[in-house]
């Protein structure tokens, strides 16, 4: 495996595109759980390009039926980019005053994560984000209701050789 950029740039192009839309590329799950993991995973894979294919415990989309949970769960996206030692884009946690556009906000409730956002842009120190579900392009953090903020980091890409 080789470490890869992550091109932050391609990912926030991405928000930007598709935040108020769909890529008729991917299902929305706006109607059954909701689509923002599903959106943030869309712009990780911009960013990334690369997929983790490992069943049951990588991040891919290849149709709605053919997913990893990562790819479209707050829970296991955050799991898999915290935890993954294989291919693909990993993560470390940090404050969100330490994030950089292309990186991911997780919004709790205190009991568990529900949201996954897009960092697209800062206004001074306060995070814009984009995200699906409710649809957002540069909405400040301060626009919504949580207990708490974890930010995901992206450290870095794996890839195959060559």
Known sequence: MEERPYWREDAILYAQRWALDRNPRYLDFSGIGGDCTNFASQCLFAGAKVMNMTRDIGWYYLTAFDRAAAWTSVAYFRKFLLG????????VERPVAQLDPGDFLQLSDGMRF?????????????????????????????????????????AGVRALDG
């Open 114 to 154: 529900y949201h996954t956002l897009v960092v697209v842009a800062y206004d001074g120190a306060m995070p814009l984000l984009a995200a699906h579900s409710y649809d957002a392009f540069m909405r400040p953090l301060g626009g919504y209701s949580f207990a708490f903020a974890s930010g995901l980091h992206i």
């Open 84 to 91: 993954n030692k294989g291919l693909g884009p990993y993560a």
